[in-house]
């Protein structure tokens, strides 16, 4: 069972190097937080990233929503981030067919595969896809998260979709790194890691369908590796001091959750 392992135990038995990569930041620097960086200015994103870098292992963007977003942008990213040793994980949820994805994952003008160890991937169109990020060019480090759940009310998603998701990825095992999802749903598989946004410690949802739980819960009871943070750091009055504390949260969870 994932749950009762500690994550140096679990960078092990990851068959995915940036999971085992993750597993090891997460245990050095004793955070499970992944920042959802959801700004649109690219200098504030720069800004928070140095500030909260020593507090996260993995900075999650949305690179499609900078509004001046310049290739200029890449490089002290990636800087800030091996400085602050955290992963760079484009949340871009890719769900077209093989050969679109792949010019998606490598080219315009984000070139996502030059920079991004990590991205997200829906289960959607099947295998193709996974292929297409397998084969693209790009840097190799990379790994996949699959999306089995999401924390949006109303969603479309059904437990045999989830199941097939899981099943999907694994038959990829050195290019699939975890699960984006809400519950545990594979205790038999520690070299995966589960990703849980949707964590707030205060307000349940917002006016767009979004649905909060807290750290400790989704770490305690809903199986939570890394935990994504957004709002509840972006619009805190002090953000590190809110990023220092979901961190501090997170870890006394995991602490708790392998202790016993
Ligand atoms: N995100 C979710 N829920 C999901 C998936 C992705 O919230 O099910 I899949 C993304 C969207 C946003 C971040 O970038 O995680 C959560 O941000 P807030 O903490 O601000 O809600």
Known sequence: NRLKLSFIERSK??????????????????????????LTDATKILNLAEQVGP????????????EDFHS??????????????????????FADIGKTVEFQYSKGIYQISSWASLVTV?????KGVLDAIKGATGNPERG???????????????????KSTLKLASEYPDLISGIVCQNPLFLDNPGLIQLT????????????GQQ???????????????AVVGRGITEACDPVAAAQLYREMLWKAYSKRIAV
Do not use: W
């Not at 993995?58 to 900078?66: G, W």
């Not at 829906?122 to 099947?126: F, I, K």
């Not at 946004?197 to 917002?206: A, H, M, N, Q, R």
């Open 13 to 38: 038995l990851a068959k995915n190097p940036v999971a085992a990569k993750l597993f090891e930041i997460m245990s050095a620097k004793q955070t499970t937080l992944c920042l959802a960086a959801d």
């Open 144 to 162: 996949v998260f699959l999306l089995a759940e999401t924390s949006a009310a109303g969603s479309l998603i059904t437990d045999s979709y989830t």
């Open 72 to 93: 200029n942008f890449i490089e002290p990213l990636k800087d800030i981030a091996k400085r602050h040793n955290f992963v760079l994980f484009e949340d871009r949820k």
């Open 197 to 208: 946004p949707g964590v707030k410690i205060e307000s349940k949802v917002d006016n767009l």
């Open 212 to 226: 909060y739980n807290t750290p400790d819960l989704v770490v305690a009871e809903k199986g939570a590796d890394v």
């Open 55 to 66: 507090y996260i292992c993995a900075l999650k963007t949305h690179i499609d929503i900078i």
């Open 122 to 126: 829906h289960s959607l169109t099947g």
